[in-house]
């Protein structure tokens, strides 16, 4: 014997007791869940990136023809006091 432990023992697959088997379905739903919003977020910062690249695309003389934000601004809190 050579005092290392048997090669077909250490080749076998271990059985987990059935107690532990609901945990590993748990954090295959949580890791689920974590790839869901994963790529939420990711399709979100996409509309962002589109929407940046929109606006960077805009002539100098599109952005002057753009109305001044403090006028919406003063626009949306006119409405919202209607409200």
Known sequence: STGLP???IACLPRQRPS???PERSRNAK???????KRKAY????EQT?????IVLAL???????LPP???RIRE????????
């Open 6 to 8: 048997d090669q077909s």
């Open 19 to 21: 107690y532990e088997r």
């Open 30 to 36: 949580a890791q689920a869940r974590h790839r869901a």
């Open 42 to 45: 990711i399709a979100q910062l």
């Open 49 to 53: 990136v589109a929407k940046l690249q």
């Open 59 to 65: 002539s100098p003389d599109q952005v002057a023809a």
């Open 69 to 71: 934000p403090l006028i």
């Open 76 to 83: 949306l809190e006119h409405d919202n006091e209607l409200l």
